[in-house]
């Protein structure tokens, strides 16, 4: 949490005479450990839309009691505020409400997601979800906001745990993104929450600031093999981003080839895309292309000047 010396010396008192589950208000019932719990740990993915970069922090705030994540992105402190918060895998919202004078979390949402798990999502200015709805991977549930108990005092934040079990403050988990451990305490995440359907990446982020595509081919359904040009250094850009297996390493490959130059190629196995490939080709034609899957493009020498 960015919180101000008031919610910190708030929140500090709090936590200190309160030792009970705060997610067990309401009459929540306690969770039971099942034999799901090693594959439910690999399911959850950042509660941020997908490509999105967030920086998580789990030791600023006097408040938190074990590996609780409060999350941020924008540069001034109420930039994220409005912002979307996504479910971070399926299951049913147990809790959906103002938390009050109960507790600091403000407007919480609960997920159950089976197996003994759960996650929570605090401070949050606007619910978008009710208790007892089923909620999808990649689902709106809410806004990131400052909501908490009366007299805490703090910007806009998400505060986000991953708990199994019941045993408070025990049953807090380490959290798992796209099956990667989060790097406590601080680490900036990009999210993956995507739906499994759709790539987090762009043309222009591959090839990053000042490009913009000028050609593209598609490879079947497996991905489409893109042409950038920077007018400002004079240089073009190839990328091949995939469509299908996204995240699972698959053949994938992306060429560049300026005329009376040797060609240049990105080619392995790749998650997301192959390239960039980049090479200055002011005034001179450019034969360019890529694969994915079974399918691979090769253009003629065009796009000259």
């Known amino acids: 949490m960015k919180l101000t010396a008031v919610a910190i010396a708030g929140l500090a008192l709090f936590f200190s005479v309160a030792a009970a589950d705060p997610g067990t208000e309401g009459g929540d019932p306690p969770n039971e450990v099942t ?15 997908c490509g999105q970069a967030w920086t998580g922090n789990s030791s600023a705030s006097s408040a938190h009691q074990s590996w609780e994540i409060d999350f941020n992105r924008g540069s001034t402190p109420d930039a994220d505020l409005g912002d979307p918060v996504l479910a971070a895998a399926s299951g049913t919202v147990v809790i959906s409400a103002h938390q009050g004078s109960t507790n600091g979390y403000g407007n919480l949402v609960k997920i159950d997601h089976g197996g ?5 999502y605090a401070h949050l200015n606007v619910r978008s979800v009710s208790a007892g709805q089923a909620v999808s991977q990649g689902q709106k549930i809410g806004t990131v906001g400052n909501t908490s108990k ?49 790539n987090p990446y762009t043309p222009q982020e591959v090839c990053g600031a000042g490009y913009s595509v000028i050609d593209s081919a598609a490879l079947g359904s497996s991905g489409t093999v893109y042409l950038l040009y920077n007018s400002g250094n004079g ?11 996204l995240g699972t390493p698959t053949a994938t490959t992306a060429y560049l080839e300026v005329q009376g130059s040797s060609r240049i190629t990105d080619s392995g196995n790749f998650g997301y895309y192959a390239g960039p490939v980049r090479a200055s080709a ?15 493009y090769d253009s003629p020498f065009e796009h000259c000047g």
């Open 235 to 245: 240089y073009n850009c190839v990328t091949t981003i995939k469509h299908t297996s």
């Open 35 to 49: 034999a799901e719990v090693s594959v439910m740990a690999t399911n959850f993915q950042l509660p941020f839309p």
């Open 150 to 198: 009366p007299g805490n005092n703090i910007s806009p934040h998400l505060h986000y745990e991953v708990r199994l079990g019941s045993s408070y403050p025990s049953n807090i988990q380490k959290a798992v993104f796209n099956g990667t451990t989060f790097g406590y305490p601080v680490q900036t995440v990009t999210s993956r929450n995507c739906g499994g359907s759709t």
């Open 116 to 120: 003994g798990w759960s996650t929570y």
């Open 282 to 296: 002011a005034n001179k034609c450019v034969k360019w292309g890529g694969k994915a899957g079974s399918s691979t």
